[in-house]
């Protein structure tokens, strides 16, 4: 069996292909422990190259001034980065067959590295901080979904001490209830949703 072959039968059995024995992290194709093992050690080949002026990509050439890679490694950056901006079809492509497998593997489709939330396509971490950007772009404006739970009335948005809706609000609410409806499954269902709301706030 050739390198390759072995690689790929540790890969498709789910097994660390560096220590070849433990599993392999959800996504990845090696363990946590040699994940961080990798990460280290790469991290001090960095520290050590920087620290004697050498191009931290192809760990040959030297280095100019506060540059951190060698002119020949950027410009094959550049040319690699300008080939993929003149193709916008393929890249938009190999996004989403990114995106494609990793909510078919159940992997957060931003961070590629862990597992979705409760069916959602992001992981908890990943979801908070789109809330909270998406909070920022609305100026700090909390939605109307997440009020209760920051003690402001579900309506309106004024603060309540206890409950998900104000007295106004709730006083309202059920003067607007309809009395009479064709669609008598729409009615039931809106009934009891308002009188939950209610009864919570008691």
């Known amino acids: 069996m050739t390198d390759k072959e072995r690689y790929q039968n540790l890969k498709d059995r789910g097994v660390c292909v560096y ?5 392999a992290e959800d996504g990845k194709t090696t363990c946590r422990t040699c994940r961080e093992k990798q990460r280290k050690q790469t991290a001090e080949k960095r520290a050590a ?7 931290t990509e192809c760990g040959s050439r030297r280095v100019y001034g506060d540059e951190k890679i ?3 490694c950027s410009a094959r950056k550049y040319a690699s980065n300008l080939k993929c901006s003149r193709d916008p079809e393929k890249e938009s492509q190999y996004h989403k067959n990114r995106r494609r497998k990793l909510k078919e593997m159940g992997i ?13 396509t992001l992981c908890g971490i990943c979801n908070a901080k789109e809330r909270i ?5 609305r100026g700090n404006q909390i939605e109307r979904s997440e009020r209760p739970s920051f003690g402001m009335c579900y309506f309106c948005g004024n603060p309540i001490p206890k409950g998900r809706i104000c007295p106004a609000c709730s006083e309202r609410v059920t003067k607007n209830l309809p009395d009479e409806s064709d669609n008598k ?16 706030q008691r």
């Open 133 to 137: 950007r998406a909070r920022e772009y």
């Open 185 to 200: 499954l729409w009615r039931m269902q809106e009934n009891a949703r308002i009188q939950q709301i209610i009864a919570n």
């Open 70 to 72: 060698c002119p020949e």
């Open 108 to 120: 957060c489709v931003k961070c590629g590295k862990r597992k979705t939330e409760n069916g959602k």
């Open 49 to 55: 190259l920087r620290e004697m002026g050498i191009c």
């Open 19 to 23: 220590c070849k024995s433990s599993p």
